[in-house]
Every structure is written in C-alpha cells, then in structure tokens.
C-alpha cells in the first residue's frame, strides 16, 4: 500500500513561492502524480500532474506559467513549485498516486487516483 505525506504548506504573502513536496513510500517509476487543491466551500480540483515513466507534465491553466509539478526518482518524492502566489490560492493542498499512466483526456480525473495524502494547508494573505 503506497502512502503519501505533503509538506510545506504554510501562510505566505500575496507574489510569494511555496515549494510542496510528496514524499511517497516506494519507488515513483510509472506513476502518475497528480496535485489537487480545495477551497473552502469548493470542490477539489486537480491543478497538476505528471507521469514519472516519460515525464510528462500537465498543469490546469488556472495555475500554468505560475506552478510547476516535478518528480524526483531517486528521492521518491514530487514536489510543485509555487510561485506568484495569489489569495484565490488559499487552500488545502492534496498529492495523489495512479499505478498507471494517466494522460491529457484523464488527469483531472480524481476517480482514476488511487492513494492519497492527507493534505497541507496553504493560506495567502493579500
């Protein structure tokens, strides 16, 4: 059984950079990662995601030129860059694993993730 846990989460000023990280229990080779968020009152949304056997990324646009999903193989861990952080930002933060490739048609596809991790909270002031 994978498990994830998220980190560095945290309370930042508007046009700050956070770094996420997911360390994973076992080896990430042709995984798919994805990073979802959820806002208060919102349904949680998938922002990024990767698939470690090529190293394809793929980023919603509500995030794309400011966040960046990477997966680092030997650390066993995937981190997303944050940065040009905005108020409407301002939410928990979760990582999650498929055991598979997912691509550009399913990504977004929470249904297709079969671990997960707790989540991190990110708050951005303005």
């Known amino acids: 059984q994978m498990s994830l846990v998220e980190s560095g989460g945290g309370s930042v000023q508007a046009g700050d950079s956070l770094r996420l990280a997911c360390t994973v229990s076992?080896?990430?080779?042709?995984?798919?990662f994805g990073w979802f968020r959820q806002a208060p009152g919102k349904e949680r949304e998938a922002i990024a995601a990767t698939y470690t056997g090529s190293g394809r990324t793929y980023h919603d646009d509500s995030v794309k030129g400011r966040f960046a999903i990477s997966a680092d193989k030997v650390e066993n861990t995937v981190y997303l860059q944050m940065d040009s952080l905005k108020p409407e930002d301002t939410a928990i933060y979760y990582c999650?694993?498929?055991?598979?490739?997912?691509?550009?048609?399913?990504?977004?596809?929470?249904?297709?993730?079969?671990?997960w991790g707790q989540g991190t909270q990110v708050t951005v002031s303005s």
């Open positions: 076992e080896t990430i080779y042709r995984t798919s």
């Open positions: 999650a694993a498929a055991p598979y490739q997912l691509d550009s048609s399913n990504w977004r596809a929470q249904r297709y993730y079969e671990y």
